[in-house]
């Protein structure tokens, strides 16, 4: 049962290009945000359509393949683990975010 604690698996499409950063150490680290929609009907019986925007970050040889191909609106399947954390922002504030950390990356739709 261990190997399904903190595990999340979504399908989205990227909504800017990743951002690539090179750490002093030579890690490479890529950032990028993708959209997850899911479509209801709500008590009027109109079509919504709710979009959930996650962040997620990859490490190394991954983000490698990140930074190659993949671009603004491509289709990916990522699976990795949840991860929150906290920082302070340009005026001092405290601010949280909550990141998925890829282990595993599939590009899907057109070549």
């Known amino acids: ?16 290009m990743p951002e690539i950063i090179i750490l002093e150490s030579g890690k490479k680290l890529a ?16 079509k919504v359509t709710d979009t959930q925007w ?12 990140v930074e ?7 289709e990916v399947m990522i699976e990795g683990r949840l991860t929150s954390r906290s920082f302070d922002d340009k005026e ?9 950390i890829c282990n595993e990356l599939l590009m899907l739709g057109n070549k």
């Open 1 to 16: 049962m261990n190997a399904l604690k903190n595990r999340v698996q979504l399908i989205g499409n990227l909504g800017d």
């Open 31 to 46: 950032k990028f945000a993708i959209a997850t929609n899911e479509t209801y009907k709500n008590s009027q019986g109109e």
């Open 54 to 65: 996650h962040n997620v970050v990859v490490w190394n040889k991954t983000a490698e393949i």
């Open 68 to 74: 190659k191909y993949l671009e603004k609106g491509k």
């Open 92 to 100: 001092g504030n405290k601010r949280y975010i909550t990141e998925v």
